[in-house]
């Protein structure tokens, strides 16, 4: 049997365990909270299997959406995912949700007759081999980055904060994006700290040594069996030194042969998803789900309002 439970009806212990059998740091009730306070959920049995409801409000439609900083939600089962289970769930959605812009994840497969599904890239990383065999696999481009790397007397840091990695994305790359502002930075500050403080995240960057200015720095989420690549910072001269090669490599080779999944997160992007497949990764589908119950009316309102964002 399939529920639908507002925010303050939901167990987040039994969540958690879920959850915890899954490996998705997104889903965890401490991230959603951080990231999108008041989430609501569907939930089958005694939380066997769940999704996150993750919902806003424009012009009094309700409607679903997918937070800054989260990669994949959708299903979660303890028990072994089926299209049809899937399916379920997206069919139990609550009619009160008119629109809905969602990912899902990894495991959620669905039929080929399901409408408004879309399929996107993520790359991940088995480390559960001696480090000398994963480098074995850099792309050829990848090693000779790495050589270049290694000849411009990097080191790496552990001193890094999350401020520090904010600052270096917005002076940089961030410089040229206007779709995230302050309030986007100070959630994903507030995230990593409260992360770092359950020992469900690293910071790691890269300076020259004896220069204490750092040339990248990167942010790390962890859970029992997965390392995420959640969110970096590089500057022009770390990019001109392969500062963020040597990062990478370096949380690899300090990973290498535990049973853990490095997890590039995405991407999407070419050049992106070429540069995370030279590390030897694999490439890795994962779904998204839109619908659009509004009338011709909202239809027309919700295409302006998407348009001025």
């Not at 007759?113 to 792309?139: C, F, M, P, T």
Request: glycine share 8%.
């Amino acid at each position: 049997m399939m529920k639908y439970l507002e925010h303050k009806a939901i167990d987040k212990t039994k969540w958690d365990a879920t959850i915890a059998a899954c490996g998705n740091i997104y889903a965890f009730s401490w991230y959603l909270d951080m990231v999108h306070p008041g989430w609501e959920a569907l939930v089958e049995g005694d939380y066997q299997s769940v999704m996150p409801l993750t919902g806003g409000k424009k012009f009094g439609v309700n409607y679903l959406f997918q937070p800054y900083f989260v990669q994949q939600l959708g299903v979660f089962s303890i028990d072994p995912m089926t299209p049809e289970k899937t399916e379920a769930f997206l069919q139990a959605i609550p009619k009160k949700y008119r629109f809905a812009e969602i990912r899902l994840n990894e495991s959620n497969t669905v039929s080929d007759n399901i409408q408004g599904i879309e399929y996107h890239r993520n790359v991940i990383l088995d480390l559960n081999r001696d480090y000398e065999s994963i480098k074995a696999n850099y792309h050829t481009n990848a090693k000779r980055n790495l050589a270049k790397a290694e000849g411009n007397n990097l080191q790496l840091v552990n001193t890094v904060i999350p401020y520090h990695v904010v600052a270096l994305f917005t002076d940089n790359r961030g410089a040229l994006l206007d779709k995230w502002g302050d309030a986007e930075y100070s959630r994903l500050t507030h995230l990593t700290q409260v992360a770092v403080n359950r020992k469900a995240a690293f910071l790691l960057g890269v300076t020259e040594k004896g220069v204490g200015h750092l040339l990248c720095a990167a942010i790390f989420m962890k859970t029992s069996d997965r390392i995420t690549f959640l969110f970096s910072g590089l500057t022009e001269d770390g990019k001109q030194r392969q500062a963020m090669t040597f990062l990478l490599d370096q949380v690899i080779q300090q990973n290498a042969n535990r049973p853990m999944t490095f997890d590039f997160e995405g991407s999407d992007d070419d050049n992106l998803a070429r540069f995370y497949l030279g590390f030897g990764g694999k490439e890795v589908a994962y779904p998204s789900y839109t619908f659009n119950r509004l009338s011709p009316i909202g239809k027309a309102a919700l295409k302006l309002w998407k348009k001025g964002k």
